[in-house]
Structures are given as structure tokens and as C-alpha cells.
């Protein structure tokens, strides 16, 4: 296949995507940590502090960008470790089921709360 | 005119051992055995989320759980993963403004990560056990 790999905009978007997510990421640990606070943890205020709106909300884009993040991550070691297509096309789409599946049950696990 | 033919015939030798990289090609790697450890890790990530938050006797088996040192050990593990990750990130993030791009700076900054991630893992590793 003779494709170009240098034109614009090829990879420029996950390249932008995989910072983005990662500074959610970064800014959810730091708040999800003072939001945690000190003193010991009981099943209530774990419970607690998942229930509220806003902790929820935020933990969703936590995991959507943990979902996007995995997916770049990921893709990238297939394509520079896996020379055979098929194989490669194969984990691929395994790769994005289970990260879609993830998210779903982390969804589920919230909202049931 | 040097001649490119025989210039192109000579043998490469790269030797990309990890005991030979230098303090930056091993953060480098690091960041993406750490990823794919993570990766691995969400799973089970999501399934201590589910026990813990089900219910109040859920909470107590998560408690168990975690408990077990075969457990202990396999969440410091990824508790590294994720530090290491998150250091080598952060890093990756200030290269991509160009802070720390010469070569001096880049492989202080490779060391702290090393320096930063394990201290933490070991400080809170020490905390959870």
C-alpha cells in the first residue's frame, strides 16, 4: 500500500487527543485525592463521595479519556510490534471492544450507586 | 564522491539492550510497559471498584481482599505503573514545550522521573502495607 504518512493533519489529532486526556487524567488524580481527604475510608464514604453529581461527571471524563488514552497507547504498540495486518487488525478491534466494554461497566458501576 | 553504495552495505549495530540505554531511552520504555501494565490492570481496577462501592459486606470482602499479600504485591506493581506513568507523562508534556529539551537537562529530568516515581511507590506502598 502506498499511502502518505507525512500530510497534514495525519496523527496530529491523536497526538493532540493523547495530551489532552492526559492532563484530565492528571487533574481527576489530584482532585480525586483532596476529594478523598484524610482519615480513614469507610464503605459510607467511599459510597459518599461517588454519589455525588459532580464527582460522578468528573470521574465519566475520567473514564473517557482513560478509554481514548488506552486506545492510542495501545494501537501504537500493535503497529510497532505486529508486521502482520490481519493479526494486527484482529487485536485492534479486540483492543476497542474491551476498552468500550470497560467504560461501559465503570459507567454502570457509577450509576448504580 | 564518497561512494553511498558501499556506504549503505555497512553493517548497523544498534544495541538497544535496556542495560545500554541511556537515563531518557529508559523512562522511554518504561512509559510503555507501565502503559500496558495499566491496561492490563483496568480490568481489575473496575472489579476492586464494583466490590467496594456493591455494599457494605462487598466493602468488607474488598477489604479482605486487598489484604492477601499476593494481592499487596500486584497493586504496588501497577501503583509504580501508574506513578511512573504519570512522572514520565508530565516530563513528556514539558519536552513538548520545549522545557528541558537539551541534552543536560533531559537526562536530570529522566533520573527525577525514576527518583520521583519510586520514592512514591515506596512511601505509599509503605502507608498501604
Known sequence: ?113 | MPDLAAKKKRPLWYNLSPLNLPAPGLVSIFHRVSGALLFLGLIWFLFLLDMSLASEAGFARFRAYVGNPLVKLSMLVLLWAFLHHLCAGVRHLFLDIEVGVELKAARRSAIAVFAVSLALTALIGARLW
Open chain 1, 1 to 113: 500500500m502506498n499511502r502518505v504518512i507525512v500530510g497534514a493533519h495525519y496523527g496530529l489529532k491523536d497526538w493532540l487527543a493523547q495530551r489532552i486526556t492526559a492532563v484530565v487524567m492528571l487533574a481527576y488524580t489530584i482532585v480525586f485525592l483532596l476529594a478523598l481527604g484524610r482519615g480513614p475510608v469507610t464503605h459510607a464514604s467511599w459510597k459518599a463521595l461517588f454519589a455525588q453529581e459532580w464527582m460522578r461527571l468528573a470521574t465519566f471524563l475520567f473514564v473517557a479519556s482513560v478509554l481514548i488514552h488506552a486506545w492510542i497507547g495501545v494501537r501504537n504498540i500493535w503497529m510497532d510490534y505486529i508486521k502482520h495486518t490481519g493479526l494486527r487488525l484482529v487485536l485492534e478491534v479486540a483492543t476497542v471492544l474491551w476498552l468500550v466494554g470497560c467504560a461501559g461497566w465503570a459507567m454502570q458501576i457509577l450509576w448504580r450507586i
